[in-house]
């Protein structure tokens, strides 16, 4: 059973960064994805980005497109997702997700608030 943490969460300024950190255990990624999904107060659960661990490809929301980027680090089994250009519509709960495919995940991390005041 994987297990994933996520930490880098905070409170930052509208046009500022942060960058979220995934630690997974417990599973050899070459075959799955990893993801993020975020909700904010109210509204359901989006999807963020995630990555397909084996060769790196990505995809994006199109609200984050071009402000966000995830990588990994397949030597610390790390999934990162640097934010940058923050909105405070980016506010929200943000969760880290394993799963068999892009955009479809099985496995949830805790959780990190992500606050983006105006």
């Known amino acids: 059973q994987v297990q994933l943490v996520e930490s880098g969460g905070g409170l930052v300024q509208a046009g500022g960064s942060l960058r979220l950190s995934c630690a997974a255990s417990?599973?050899?990624?070459?075959?799955?994805?990893m993801g993020w999904v975020r909700q904010a107060p109210g509204k359901e659960r989006e999807f963020v980005a995630s990555?397909?661990?084996?060769?790196?490809?990505?995809r994006y929301a199109d609200p984050v497109r071009g402000r966000f980027t995830m990588t990994r680090d397949n030597a610390k089994i790390t999934g990162y997702l640097q934010m940058n250009s923050l909105k405070p519509e980016d506010t929200a709960v943000y969760y880290c997700?394993?799963?068999?495919?892009?955009?479809?995940?099985?496995?949830w991390g805790q959780g990190t608030q992500v606050t983006v005041s105006s």
């Open positions: 417990g599973r050899t990624f070459s075959r799955y994805a």
């Open positions: 990555i397909w661990w084996s060769i790196g490809v990505t």
């Open positions: 997700a394993a799963g068999g495919t892009l955009q479809a995940f099985d496995t």
